[in-house]
């Protein structure tokens, strides 16, 4: 946001969880405002998800790499349950696909290597010389991402992302209009919790102890974002290794 009267400082909201406010400059943000645009275009373009109660999600997203799905049953075994022995690779109701079965059934669109590029610096600036101390940071090789657009009265609810096989940092990065985001803990869904406005061009980094903090976004503010980015709403970019070979 321009006019800001002192530079907002970097934070740690918690253990492992780094903001770094304004990380990305303007440019950096049109930029990544155009390759959303495009990401969101069909085939396997943005859709809005049906979560496994019935309800949809208020966000529209689009997903790179990989493909984040609510499954009707593990694509790997079959089976309709949280856990089921002996399935290598288990997923219910959430799984990482290939191709975007609750879409238009196309495959996923390839994960972008310059938004790698991005988000290995951006564990690098988050966690400066202590990034050897958090798990899977130091050679972080992230292949998926979820880019989730919140039109006016979009949230998100509280929840974990816990479809990833590694525990390496989720790098997020924000577009657009403000949002106020809360980053509670890892074992509940109740205090304590920080609540945070995050604005376009924000980082946030969340590993190490943080990685599995409940969060989510409890209302945007519509009108904040630059007009010149020429974006209506809010754009959030979260980049994940998902420790999948195939
Ligand atoms: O929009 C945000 O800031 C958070 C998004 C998020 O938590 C997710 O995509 O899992
Ligand atoms: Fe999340």
């Known amino acids: 946001m321009t006019g800001e009267l002192f530079p907002r400082p970097s934070r740690e909201l918690a253990p492992g969880a780094v903001l770094?406010?304004?990380?990305?400059?303007?440019?950096?943000?049109?930029?990544?405002?155009?390759?959303?645009?495009?990401?969101?275009?069909?085939?396997?373009?943005?859709?809005r998800v049906r979560l496994p109660g019935g309800a949809e999600m208020s966000v529209r997203q689009v997903c790179l790499g990989w493909h984040w799905a609510v499954v009707p049953r593990c694509p790997t075994c079959g089976v309709a349950r949280k856990a089921a022995e002996g399935c290598p690779r288990h997923w219910f109701p959430y799984a990482y696909l290939r191709t975007?079965?609750?879409?238009?059934?196309?495959?996923?669109?390839?994960?972008?290597?310059?938004?790698?590029?991005?988000?290995?610096?951006?564990?690098?600036?988050?966690?400066?010389p202590r990034v050897a101390q958090i798990p899977g940071a130091l050679d972080y090789a992230p292949d998926v991402a979820l880019v989730n657009h919140y039109g006016e009265g979009a949230r998100m609810g509280l929840h974990q992302d816990l479809e990833e096989r590694t525990d390496a940092p989720v790098v997020s990065l924000s577009l657009g209009d403000s949002c106020v985001f809360r980053l509670g803990n890892s074992s509940t869904r109740n205090r304590p919790w920080t609540d945070v406005e995050?604005?376009?061009?924000?980082?946030l980094v969340f590993g190490g102890p943080a990685r599995y903090a409940y969060h989510g976004v409890l209302r945007t503010l519509p009108g904040t974002a630059d007009p010149v980015l020429g974006l209506s709403g809010r754009l959030n970019i979260t980049v994940r290794c998902t420790g999948l070979a195939d």
């Open 20 to 47: 770094l406010p304004d990380w990305l400059d303007l440019t950096q943000q049109r930029e990544l405002v155009a390759a959303c645009r495009e990401w969101a275009r069909p085939p396997a373009g943005l859709r």
């Open 100 to 128: 975007t079965a609750d879409g238009d059934g196309a495959p996923v669109k390839p994960f972008p290597a310059p938004l790698g590029v991005l988000a290995r610096r951006a564990v690098a600036a988050a966690y400066g």
């Open 198 to 203: 995050l604005r376009s061009g924000d980082l």
